[in-house]
């Protein structure tokens, strides 16, 4: 495995793409997994103080996931419990209006099965926002239907929407999300983690 997380962190395969957006930055892959993880968070890519810290979910972001996951950092940080793969392990930058890209199909294409291969079958998957949820589930819903659907993926997978500040107006249309999925999440969550 440390082979694995090192060819990753390695990576610099979208490097031209990375240097032609407007953030013009350089690749910095976060690979956060290691075997006997018994959760596997799979989001987006990492944002801007991710990218700069090289520590996933170490922002607003992650402050409302780990919310919701019910978890405290030291418990979301260990890598022998939680294992974070994204779709794209580089942050993809912000185009000419400040908003995020998506993450480039060719991160996941290269190294979504080998992840998979080397964590094996976990026992609990959360797949945050569309991206993860195409790949992992081949939605062809929006989000919100996805994530409404997380019965039929449950108790093994849970949709989630991007844990955003963005999103805070989708989590007051849907309060389904937080009274009925949260509480399944969360006891799912201290099932696995016991």
Same mark, same amino acid.
């Given at each position: 495995m440390p082979?694995?997380?090192? /060819?990753?962190?390695?990576c610099r395969l979208c490097a031209g793409r990375f240097a032609?957006?407007? %953030?013009?930055?350089?690749?910095?892959?976060?690979?956060? =997994?290691?075997?006997? $993880?018994?959760?596997?968070?799979?989001g987006q890519a990492p944002g801007m103080r991710v990218h700069e810290t090289g520590l996933p979910f170490?922002?607003?972001s992650g402050d409302r996931l780990r919310d919701w996951m019910g978890l405290d950092r030291g418990t979301f940080y260990d890598r022998?419990?939680?294992?974070?793969?994204?779709?794209?392990?580089? =942050?993809?930058?912000?185009?000419?209006?400040?908003?995020? &890209?998506?993450?480039?199909?060719?991160?996941?294409?290269?190294?979504?099965?080998?992840?998979?291969? $080397?964590?094996? /079958?976990m026992p609990l998957t &959360? &797949?945050?926002g569309g991206h993860a949820q195409k790949?992992?589930?081949?939605?062809?819903?929006?989000?919100?239907? %996805?994530?409404?659907?997380w019965r039929a993926h449950?108790?093994? &997978? =849970?949709?989630?929407?991007?844990?955003?500040?963005?999103? %805070?107006?989708?989590l007051k249309k849907n309060p389904w999300f937080e009274a009925k999925l949260l509480p399944a999440l969360r006891t799912r969550i201290t099932e696995v983690l016991a």
């Amino acid at each position: 495995m440390p082979d694995l997380t090192d /060819e990753i962190s390695a990576c610099r395969l979208c490097a031209g793409r990375f240097a032609a957006t407007h %953030t013009g930055h350089a690749p910095r892959p976060v690979a956060w =997994f290691r075997p006997g $993880a018994r959760i596997r968070v799979i989001g987006q890519a990492p944002g801007m103080r991710v990218h700069e810290t090289g520590l996933p979910f170490n922002d607003r972001s992650g402050d409302r996931l780990r919310d919701w996951m019910g978890l405290d950092r030291g418990t979301f940080y260990d890598r022998d419990r939680i294992a974070v793969t994204p779709m794209g392990f580089c =942050f993809p930058g912000y185009d000419a209006r400040g908003s995020d &890209l998506p993450p480039p199909k060719l991160c996941a294409e290269t190294w979504a099965m080998r992840v998979d291969d $080397a964590l094996g /079958e976990m026992p609990l998957t &959360l &797949l945050v926002g569309g991206h993860a949820q195409k790949w992992h589930l081949g939605a062809k819903t929006g989000v919100t239907d %996805t994530v409404a659907g997380w019965r039929a993926h449950a108790p093994r &997978l =849970f949709p989630l929407p991007h844990p955003s500040w963005r999103n %805070t107006g989708w989590l007051k249309k849907n309060p389904w999300f937080e009274a009925k999925l949260l509480p399944a999440l969360r006891t799912r969550i201290t099932e696995v983690l016991a």
